[in-house]
């Protein structure tokens, strides 16, 4: 049985700990609040952006547009990895780096001779790759702390750009979609080359709409097109934000549970203690006594 002194050092120590994780809790909820609005803001304009492009560009033949629609064999692919800087958000960075991982993997056993490379963001993902030797072509740390969409915008900037010149047949992005606050769900998206509604479309009831376009079809695609792949990019980083918050929150809490009962015990092994000393030190009193008479 342990001393009395060892009990209230761990007393002491669970304590400070549940303290640090309760105030991590309570800055993760606070955070996740902010960025859980602005993900929902951003989900409809995006979904409704996009469904559009891909009803426009499947009826056009400008040579313009068509550059983001070219499928070519993949000998160079470029998957773009979301993680957090941090850890203490539970399974969250371990998710989708194996969700990455197998789609590595499945793209290797598929095209045997393409070339993966990888454009980390986040420290986590940064180290993950780091260690297996992975190709990178660029690293963005810290990102998340002040993300906002003139930050994310040279990235997918940059990303169109090497799909345009051929550097890259294929881009993709890994991240973890939020769902609710105790799901997250990792996710693999294609981001270039634009992949067109079908002509007709049963389960697209916007499939074969005729748009009026001012002040051209020209124009308006040559504007639209790079903005819905950035609206696109920086709605994957917005899911990923909130759902890195919304894991930290439910970690911490589960950890202030797990200490709240860990007290409960070493509280009852305190108290245990405490009388089997009592016990000990009454029964030497007593047989000294004893011995004195």
């Known amino acids: 049985m342990p001393n009395i002194k060892e009990v209230v050092t761990r007393i002491s120590s669970v304590k400070a700990t549940q303290q640090i994780t309760k105030a991590m809790k309570m800055v993760a909820a606070a955070k996740l609040g902010k960025v859980q609005q602005q993900v929902l803001q951003m989900r409809p304009y995006a979904q409704k952006l996009t469904a559009m492009l891909k009803n426009v560009t499947a009826s056009t033949d400008q040579p313009l547009v068509q550059r983001y629609l070219q ?69 963005h ?57 079908p002509a007709t479309d049963a389960t697209n009831p916007q499939s074969g709409i005729d748009y009026i376009y001012e002040p051209s079809k020209a124009a308006l695609m040559e504007a639209l097109v790079p903005q819905a792949l950035r609206i696109q990019f920086y709605k994957a980083l ?11 929150m439910t970690t911490m809490s589960k950890a202030t549970d797990n ?35």
Request: glycine letters at 2%.
């Open 141 to 197: 740390v810290d990102l998340f702390h002040h993300l906002t969409f003139d930050h994310a915008r040279p990235i997918a900037d940059l990303l169109t750009e090497n799909f345009l010149h051929h550097a890259y047949d294929q881009i993709v992005l890994a991240y973890n979609a939020f769902q609710s606050i105790g799901t997250q769900a990792p996710t693999v998206e294609n981001l270039l080359p634009i992949i067109s509604a």
């Open 238 to 248: 917005l899911e990923s934000n909130t759902s890195e918050h919304s894991a930290r």
């Open 71 to 139: 499928k070519r064999p993949v000998k160079h692919l470029l998957l773009v990895v979301m993680t957090s800087d941090r850890g203490l958000c539970g399974s969250f960075n371990a998710k989708i780096l194996k969700k990455a991982n197998s789609f590595i993997q499945e793209t290797v056993a598929h095209y045997p001779s393409a070339k993966v490379t990888v454009l980390p963001i986040g420290n986590k993902a940064l180290v993950f790759f780091k260690k297996r030797n992975a190709a990178l072509i660029d690293t």
């Open 259 to 293: 200490a709240e009962e860990l007290l409960k015990s070493l509280r009852l092994a305190y108290n245990r203690t405490r009388q089997a000393a009592i016990t000990r030190e009454i029964s030497e009193i007593v047989a000294g006594a004893e011995a004195l008479s």
